[in-house]
């Protein structure tokens, strides 16, 4: 199976020959992957070397001029090195871009801290008017790209080598509800969704699917914590701890509930190891979420 961003490659490589509104910025990242579509259009495949801050304006300058700007590079370098330029050139100046990123929390530990962006969407959060998507599977990643390149507003499309082993059918618009339980509801963001699923088998306990999470869908987490007198609700997302709990907390705020929030913890991981030992030291394995959700759940 290709990766997300093996798919962000050659899917944006067929939208730019069919859709003449488009433009990519590169920083060097992924260069190789579009040689060819940079040689097709070379004036709408510009890679601006190691600048990020060059990367987001040049983007922003390119929406003013009515074509529809993606830029990519890794998350850290994306959103979190040039993010007054993000703030300034898309939502000040009210232009839609697409902002793709590489990366993830930690998905070259080799490149240590510098490589890592696990406050990313939590960053996002403080602008207005930003759509994020965070698929789980490169199918998800191209349909929802495909909806992004589609608009004319500002969106982040979160890729990640985590992935699940199945596509869901999902459209960037609201949750999938992939179980129903009395117990609580248990909200899995993205490439979280294989071990959620295997971390509460057995349980009494809704299950929702998340890969659009912002605008945040208050009304499908209403309707699966309806049936109980009180909520209680697991969020796990594979970036910051608590970045959604206050979404969570606006949608029931008339519904008494508790929130455990799950993710990437603030403490920096010096000893790198691999992906895998990353999500075993977060908790966010299988059986370490199930530790966590089934000790929550019973108090």
Known sequence: MDTMRDRFISTTTRLLDEDPRLALVLAEISRDGFDAAQRRHPDRVINVGIREQLLIGAGGGIALTGLRPIMHTFASFLVERPFEQVKLDFGHQGTGGVLVSAGASYDWPAGGFTHMSPGDVALLDTLDGWTVHVPGHPDEAENLLRKAVRGDDRVYVRLSNQSNAAPRPVTGAGFLTLREGRG??????????????????????SVLYATTVRPFDAA????????????????????????????????????????????????????????????????????????????????
């Open 184 to 205: 609580g509801v248990v909200i899995a963001v993205g490439p979280m969704l294989d071990n959620v699923l295997a971390a509460t088998e057995g349980l009494d306990v």
């Open 220 to 299: 499908a987490l209403r309707a699966a914590a309806g049936a109980q007198r009180a909520a209680d609700v697991v969020i796990v997302e594979p970036y910051l701890a608590g970045t959604s709990t206050t979404r969570a907390t606006e949608a029931l705020a008339e519904v008494p509930h508790r929130v455990l929030d799950l993710g990437v913890a603030r403490r920096e991981l010096r000893r790198y190891g691999t992906i895998d030992e990353h999500l075993t030291a977060h908790g966010l394995d299988p059986a370490g979420l199930r530790d966590r959700i089934r000790s929550f759940l019973a108090h």
